[in-house]
Each structure stands twice: as structure tokens, then as C-alpha cells.
């Protein structure tokens, strides 16, 4: 046992691989064709939290602010990159300059003010609370924008005849796509809600699990786990807003007529 953290052996982490033989047997069972997919994912993520642990196990005992730079700027990179793989439609270069921009001013202006702000961390780049914070703030405004840009698109596509209406009827290109960009906004801020709703209740989330296990009082674990929920809804609003209140000019060409 190390800092009232219970390690585990390789043989007690390679019994918990019995949930995905279960899960296997269970797809198979029902005539399900994940097999497959499951296998390759179990795979991937075995082994780049591997990986990571081992950079990270580096990186926690030679603090240094270009390292912490690195990470952050590799965990955005790699978001973005999984934004564009995950969407159900094709991304023209305007609209995939427009989620990098909004991921990045939503991510980074959150992570800056939780760090400097909230907790007042000196110095600024320790990497043992940057980059757990980070990593939250950054996974989850991952998915809310792949679920807003998704919605988006999802209703541009299937309101077209509407918005064409409307344009007609002398609106503008922002108020004809308005009530699309609600809909956006609304869906991928669905599941922080939701997360927020449960926690406590329901469950109890991961940083604050992992704080108890680690031997922190539940208060101060409760402290930091409302401060990270509502930097993570602050990141997601922030990255949506900015995606939805431009992502309509990607639709329209110079003379606000509508294109596709």
C-alpha cells in the first residue's frame, strides 16, 4: 500500500478483463457484430494509458513548465483530431477551422482561470493538477462539441426547406438558423446537466473517488469535484457557444444565400 492507495497486482488488473469476456459473450449471445470492435478498443486503451502513465510518472517527478505545455497542447491536438473522426458528415475547411477555434478558446480560457483562479496554483504548470483538471475539462467539452456540431448539421440537413422558407420570407441567416443553434447548444450541454443532476446521488464521480482512495478528507474531495463540475460546464458552454453562434456563416455564402 502506497499513500493509503491500495496498489493493485497484474494478475488483480488482468481479472478485471473477465467484464470484457462477459461483454463479448454477451454481443455474441444476442447477435451483436461488436466483438470486434470491442477487442481493438480494450486493446488501444490498455495500452496508451500505458503509455501515458508512464510519460506522466516522468513528467510528475521532473516538474517543468514546457512538459505541462506539451501534454495540454497533445491533449487538445488529439480531441480536436477525434471531433472530426467521430462527426457523421463531412467537414469543410471553414467548418473545421471553426471547432478548432471554438475548442480552443473554450478549453484554454477554462483551464487558465480553474488554475489560476480557483485554486491559485503556484507555481502555475505543476503538472500533478494541471493535468488531471485538464483532462476532464478537455474530454468532456470534447463531447459536448461533437454532440452540438452533430445536432447542427443533423438539423441544417433535415430543416433545409425551413431555413430556405424563412430566408424567402426576408430573415436573416442568423434568424433563420436560430432555432437550429438552440437545439445544438441544448444537446450538447445535455450531459453535464445530467452529470450534475446525479452526482452524489446517483454516483460518485471519478476525481472525487480518486481523491478518497488517495486518503483526501471527503469535504475537501467534495470541494474540488463541485470546482472541476462547474469548470466543465463552463468549458463546454464556452466551446458550444462560440461553435453555434458562427457555425451558421459555414452555410451561407457572401450574399447570405443558403449553400451546402
Known amino acids: 500500500m502506497k499513500s493509503g492507495v491500495i496498489d493493485?497486482?497484474?494478475?488483480?488488473?488482468?481479472?478485471?478483463?473477465?467484464?470484457?469476456?462477459?461483454?463479448?459473450?454477451?454481443?455474441?449471445w444476442r447477435g451483436i457484430n461488436r466483438?470486434?470492435?470491442?477487442?481493438?478498443?480494450?486493446?488501444?486503451?490498455?495500452?496508451?494509458?500505458?503509455?501515458?502513465?508512464?510519460?506522466?510518472e516522468y513528467i510528475f517527478k521532473n516538474a517543468n513548465p514546457w512538459y505541462t505545455l506539451g501534454i495540454?497542447?497533445?491533449m487538445v491536438s488529439f480531441a480536436i483530431y477525434t471531433i472530426f473522426k467521430r462527426l457523421k458528415y463531412d467537414l469543410n475547411p471553414q467548418?473545421?477551422?471553426?471547432?478548432?477555434?471554438?475548442?480552443?478558446?473554450?478549453?484554454l480560457f477554462s483551464i487558465a482561470y480553474f488554475i489560476l483562479v480557483v485554486i491559485g496554483l503556484s507555481p502555475w504548470y505543476k503538472p500533478t493538477y494541471v493535468i488531471p483538471i485538464a483532462g476532464m475539462i478537455?474530454?468532456?467539452?470534447?463531447?459536448?462539441?461533437?454532440?452540438?456540431?452533430?445536432?447542427?448539421?443533423?438539423?441544417?440537413?433535415?430543416?433545409?426547406?425551413?431555413?430556405?422558407?424563412?430566408?424567402?420570407l426576408g430573415a436573416t441567416p442568423k434568424q433563420a438558423t436560430n432555432d437550429i443553434a438552440n437545439r445544438a447548444f441544448d444537446s450538447a450541454m445535455m450531459p453535464t446537466i445530467n452529470n450534475m443532476v446525479g452526482m452524489g446521488i446517483v454516483f460518485l464521480p471519478g476525481m472525487m473517488t480518486g481523491q478518497i482512495l488517495?486518503?483526501?478528507?471527503?469535504?475537501?474531495?467534495?470541494?474540488?469535484q463541485i470546482a472541476i463540475m462547474l469548470g466543465i460546464?463552463?468549458?463546454?458552454?464556452?466551446?458550444?457557444?462560440?461553435?453555434?453562434?458562427?457555425?451558421?456563416?459555414?452555410?451561407f455564402n457572401e450574399r447570405g444565400q443558403l449553400v451546402k
Do not use: C, D, H
Open 8 to 28: 493493485l497486482a497484474w494478475w488483480r488488473l488482468a481479472a478485471a478483463y473477465l467484464f470484457i469476456i462477459i461483454l463479448i459473450l454477451i454481443v455474441r
Open 35 to 56: 466483438e470486434r470492435e470491442i477487442i481493438i478498443s480494450t486493446f488501444r486503451m490498455s495500452i496508451q494509458l500505458v503509455i501515458v502513465g508512464f510519460i506522466l
Open 72 to 74: 495540454l497542447a497533445v
Open 95 to 107: 467548418m473545421k477551422k471553426l471547432i478548432a477555434i471554438s475548442m480552443l478558446a473554450g478549453v
Open 138 to 168: 478537455v474530454g468532456n467539452s470534447m463531447t459536448g462539441i461533437t454532440l452540438g456540431v452533430n445536432t447542427f448539421l443533423g438539423e441544417m440537413e433535415s430543416r433545409r426547406n425551413l431555413v430556405e422558407g424563412a430566408l424567402m
Open 214 to 224: 488517495g486518503g483526501a478528507s471527503p469535504l475537501t474531495s467534495i470541494e474540488y
Open 233 to 251: 460546464a463552463g468549458a463546454v458552454s464556452l466551446s458550444v457557444i462560440i461553435f453555434v453562434l458562427f457555425g451558421y456563416k459555414t452555410f
